[in-house]
């Protein structure tokens, strides 16, 4: 029987427990998205909590995001902050995944780029106005996926996830309401995922064949009409286990769909682990390692998840805003479930911390 505390290996990656630091928009880079002392602090209460593996929030692959203080990779002059994070994580025994995305239109503020989706579709009273992604700036973005994980392995990350989920631009390529092309990146699932899988292939190519590469995918996206659907979502992930992703992180919803990436009031265990079903019925068709997040707040609840279904480990995201050392707590005894309420006051644009952590 699997157990939530032992050592595996997570994708190529090895770990001392199953359970995984999920990622989040941390907002703490200075303005141009490098690297801060109050990132590198975050991340050292981080490392001291028995966090199986660490994954980095949102860090954008292409130059101009509109939320600047995003973490960046896309030239060089990153490397040098990013190796400072990585070198801390590794003193201190941990693993460390970054995040690379690229938010496509789904963004807030004045962008420094032009906004491309890929068809030029927004939802109903957005104030973004976006254009259709030409193929050849889908070959320049491709490359920038690439680039920006072989910077990565420079800096000395344990490997990467590519960021397909919650409506940033891989997840609206998945989605039938945003992806709307009539050529070979649109209409079937095998050409809605076209895009995911060449900037996999980019990464492998420059990476190498052993180094880590996951994804971060939505179980369904949760709209009425023209969502990713959970058969399309378990297709998808099928051709990213057969080209050679290391580990699928299964997640859901989009900011217009009946649920959101990040639901309110978990005050019940029934309301835990909404994306259970969707990732246990994923692993059992692929043999690909399969990490489950969403709404996790109870030791027992992540327990019976890892003993009781096919899922590899459980990621965790808001609990470990406000309480990095969640699981150092649960090692020592003290069993009670995550303090977060799920509120969702954390994420702000001058940081994301929890509102009861403010000094």
Request: charged content about 30%; proline content about 3%; hydrophobic content about 35%.
């Amino acid at each position: 029987m699997k157990k939530v505390f032992e050592k595996i290996n997570l994708g190529g990656i090895e770990i001392n427990n199953r359970i995984v630091r999920s990622a989040t928009a941390e907002l703490m880079g200075d303005s141009n998205g490098y690297m801060t002392d109050r990132l590198l602090n975050m991340y050292s209460e981080l490392c001291d909590g028995n966090i199986g593996l660490l994954i980095t929030g949102l860090t954008e692959v292409v130059e101009g995001t509109a939320t600047h203080t995003l973490m960046k990779i896309h030239d060089d002059s990153y490397i040098e902050g990013l190796k400072k994070l990585t070198d801390l994580v590794h003193s201190n025994g941990n693993k460390i995944v970054v995040q690379l995305v690229h938010h496509g239109s789904q963004i807030s503020g004045r962008p420094r780029y032009e906004p491309y989706s890929p068809s030029g579709i927004e939802e109903e009273g957005s104030r973004v106005k976006s254009r259709e992604i030409t193929k050849e700036e889908i070959k320049k973005l491709v490359e920038d996926f690439g680039d920006g994980a072989l910077r990565a392995k420079k800096a000395g990350f344990d490997g990467v996830q590519i960021h397909g989920a919650h409506g940033y631009f891989f997840s609206r390529f998945l989605t039938p309401y945003y992806n709307r092309r009539n050529d070979e990146y649109g209409g079937s699932i095998e050409n809605r995922a076209r895009i995911i899988l060449e900037a996999y292939e980019n990464i492998r190519k420059k990476c190498g064949e052993d180094f880590p590469i996951f994804i971060k995918i939505n179980a369904c996206d949760f709209l009425d009409e023209g969502g990713l659907t959970f058969e399309d979502s378990k297709k998808a992930i099928k051709m990213f286990s057969e080209a050679g992703f290391n580990a699928i992180e299964v997640s859901g919803g989009i900011k217009i769909g009946k649920h959101t990436a990040v639901r309110p009031a978990i005050r019940a265990r029934e309301d835990e682990a909404y994306h259970r079903e969707y990732a246990n019925e994923i692993a059992k068709e692929i043999s690909t390692p399969v990490i489950v997040v969403g709404g996790f707040r109870n030791l027992d609840v992540v327990k019976e998840v890892i003993e009781n279904t096919h899922v590899d480990a459980v990621a965790l995201c808001r609990p470990f805003i406000i309480e990095p050392k969640l699981v150092t707590r649960w090692l020592e005894g003290d069993t009670q479930k995550s303090k977060c309420i799920s509120c969702n006051k954390c994420f702000n644009p001058r940081g994301t911390i929890c509102i009861f952590n403010k000094k």
